[in-house]
């Protein structure tokens, strides 16, 4: 006589999983996307202006496009799309003149509209030039960046002015900087950080990351200590270290550009202070007492350029605000050390070079990312559906864009 029993069966295992997807409406840039659109209403920059020289051309990607940088022997700066319309050749081996760029293969030159001035090769140096034009992009300059606008010629808005970068104090300048922050800085210019925009983007809407990774997992990475174990004596952390409970503390909440967030925070006595990041429609954030402005640039769907602005003292630069780990800068560590200590680039490029939103579980603690995917959804709409988007200004005079993020004050001034 046999006996049967019921066989257990392991349930929850990683058989059967679907493939890795995400927000389309987010995270894709190029051309004709819902978010790649959205993007081109707004200026975006794409290099540091003393970068760019008139020795020679200098390539640009940027939201899915191939694009040629290069400012003539007068100074102006032009943005072309990198193949030239007569052949196709690439402008990226042009020549720079006093007027414009002079193409390698037949030496057709354009200026920095795209006006075709001359055709060597033609008769009268091309009696039909003045049909042809090269595919350009308006440019201007501010703050220290070169700025592009790629959007509708009709829905071109002016170049903003930012409240907090105007009137500096005599000793004052801004600082920029590029991908240093994620640990590029040992890499040429402009090389990107090889992910998804929207994986750094969201970062600054992450409070709970901040005493976490920052903290308790790798070092005191704001000071470049190991870490400082307090045993029941909360009062001696610093204040960025508090995690417990944290998800329920955070304060996140609309801005007129986007979504702002941050923790009290228990300063020892002095009491409990708040500062808040702000994330605004699409890809610009300011982080609280660290830095006043920062893109995060699509050049494609997997790498972005990161440019950072931020008012410094006389004699201060970003080396002054450079994440430690045990003592030592990104670029210093060892691949052992990158594992034992880990910041920002691994753990968003770790998550992939796209990202998988049909895998995650978000919790309380990223109420300001949802609120953050929300309103990047909603100017999608706007756009899709004839309306600008949040924060484009048209008027010449129009004042200069007011954030909605603080340094830290006492928590009953915070708004």
């Known amino acids: 006589m046999s006996v049967t029993t019921e066989r257990e069966i392991d349930t929850g295992t990683a058989y059967g999983l679907k493939p890795r997807s995400y927000k389309v409406e987010l995270v894709e840039v190029g051309p004709g996307t819902p978010m790649g659109e959205l993007m081109r209403r707004y200026w975006q920059p794409f290099a540091v202006s003393k970068d760019l020289t008139s020795e020679k051309p200098h390539k640009v990607r940027l939201l899915g496009e191939n694009l040629i940088a290069f400012r003539d022997k007068q100074g102006r700066l032009g943005l072309v799309h990198e193949n030239c319309c007569h052949r196709g050749s690439s402008l990226y081996f042009g020549r720079v003149e006093e007027d414009g760029i002079r193409c390698c293969y037949h030496g057709w030159k354009f200026d920095v509209k795209g006006y075709c001035l001359d055709q060597p090769a033609e008769v009268d140096g091309g009696r039909n030039r003045a049909k042809i034009r090269q595919p350009w992009y308006p440019v201007e300059e501010r703050y220290g960046l070169a700025y592009a606008y790629m959007g509708p010629p009709e829905k071109k808005p002016v170049l903003p002015r930012w409240e907090h970068l105007e009137n500096l104090e005599e000793d004052e300048h801004i600082e920029i900087l ?193 609120l953050l995917r929300r309103r990047l959804e909603e100017a999608v709409r706007d756009v899709q559906e004839g309306r600008d988007p949040v924060g484009v200004q048209f008027e010449a005079d129009a004042p200069p864009l007011r954030i909605g993020a603080h340094d830290m004050i006492p928590w009953n001034d915070a708004a």
Request: glycine share 8%.
């Open 178 to 370: 590029w991908n240093t922050i994620f640990g590029t800085r040992d890499v040429e210019p402009y090389n990107p950080l090889h992910f998804n925009w929207l994986q750094a983007f969201e970062n600054t809407m992450d409070s709970p990351h901040l005493p976490w990774l920052h903290y308790w997992h790798s070092c005191d990475q704001f000071t470049g200590l190991p870490l400082l174990r307090v045993d029941g004596d909360d009062d001696k952390l610093p204040p960025y270290a508090h995690i417990k409970n944290l998800a329920g503390q955070i304060v996140a909440a609309r801005t007129e550009l986007g979504v702002k967030q941050g923790v009290p925070m228990p300063v020892p006595g002095q009491g409990i202070f708040l500062a808040s990041n702000e994330a605004m429609v699409p890809n610009i954030a300011v982080v609280a007492s660290l830095i006043d402005l920062m893109y995060f640039v699509p050049q494609s769907d997997t790498s972005f350029l990161n440019f950072i602005l931020k008012r410094a003292k006389k004699g201060q630069t970003f080396d002054n605000f450079n994440e430690m780990h045990f003592g030592k800068t990104w670029w210093e560590m060892t691949e052992e050390e990158h594992r034992a200590s880990p910041g920002d680039f691994e753990a968003q490029s770790s998550i992939g070079q796209l990202p998988a939103h049909n895998y995650e579980h978000l919790s309380q603690g990223d109420v300001a990312i949802g």
